[in-house]
T-cell receptor, first 113, second 113 residues
Framework: EAGVTQFPSHSVIEKGQTVTLRCDPISGHDNLYWYRRVMGKEIKFLLHFVKESKQDESGMPNNRFLAERTGGTYSTLKVQPAELEDSGVYFC???????????FGNGTRLTVT | GNSVTQMEGPVTLSEEAFLTINCTYTATGYPSLFWYVQYPGEGLQLLLKATKADDKGSNKGFEATYRKETTSFHLEKGSVQVSDSAVYFCALINTGTASKLTFGTGTRLQVTL
């Protein structure tokens, strides 16, 4: 089966610009997670979708971040406007059921200059 | 709240050396514990896990034992290979938090010939 796919793999934007990250989960996986690793620090949870619904968005840093999962398939994470501290690696993971393992994508490395 | 502390890297070892990466945690309840690995250019992969006290997780020659009394889950391997060079993340999931992982900061391992 195809794994979790993230696009782009790397994005470099200027402060104030907008960037949209995309995650395609494994087909049939209802659970989708976004995580972020900023500058060599710990990987932090951002939010969790169950199908198209946001189950937990407690990790979203502020209202410049908007995540969507229309139709319960792929998900997008938009940062608008981007700030320098948003630089890092954004990981997406999908999961079929509650106690199933998480499958992670390769991540998107975002650099804000 | 939950937290994971792991030793800072980078850790540089010669091939066939013994590896220990320390990990301690703070959590309420009875968390499940994990080690994830990120090889260069790839996403996070589950390396091993343990779901209750005194359980030993093992995979690819790596082992870690869930020690409730010391709140630790140290990763060990008896003889490392160059191909083990990667970043290793200790993580936990607390009961009742779905699959919301709490990660440590990661430890980079570099194995040389």
């Amino acid at each position: 089966e195809a794994g979790v796919t993230q696009f782009p793999s790397h994005s470099v934007i200027e402060k104030g610009q907008t960037v949209t990250l995309r995650c395609d989960p494994i087909s049939g996986h209802d659970n989708l997670y976004w995580y972020r690793r900023v500058m060599g620090k710990e990987i932090k949870f951002l939010l969790h979708f169950v199908k198209e619904s946001k189950q937990d968005e407690s990790g979203m840093p502020n209202n410049r971040f908007l995540a969507e999962r229309t139709g319960g398939t792929y998900s997008t994470l938009k940062v608008q406007p981007a700030e320098l501290e948003d630089s890092g690696v954004y990981f997406c993971a999908s999961q079929s059921g509650k106690n199933s393992p998480l499958h992670f994508g390769n991540g998107t490395r975002l650099t804000v200059t | 709240g939950n937290s994971v502390t792991q030793m800072e890297g980078p850790v540089t070892l010669s091939e066939e050396a013994f590896l220990t990466i320390n990990c301690t945690y703070t959590a309420t309840g009875y968390p499940s514990l994990f080690w994830y690995v990120q090889y260069p250019g790839e996403g996070l992969q589950l390396l091993l896990k343990a779901t209750k006290a005194d359980d030993k997780g093992s995979n690819k020659g790596f082992e870690a034992t869930y020690r409730k009394e010391t709140t630790s889950f140290h990763l060990e391997k008896g003889s490392v290979q160059v191909s083990d060079s990667a970043v290793y993340f200790c993580a936990l999931i607390n009961t009742g938090t779905a699959s919301k992982l709490t990660f440590g900061t990661g430890t980079r391992l570099q194995v040389t010939l």
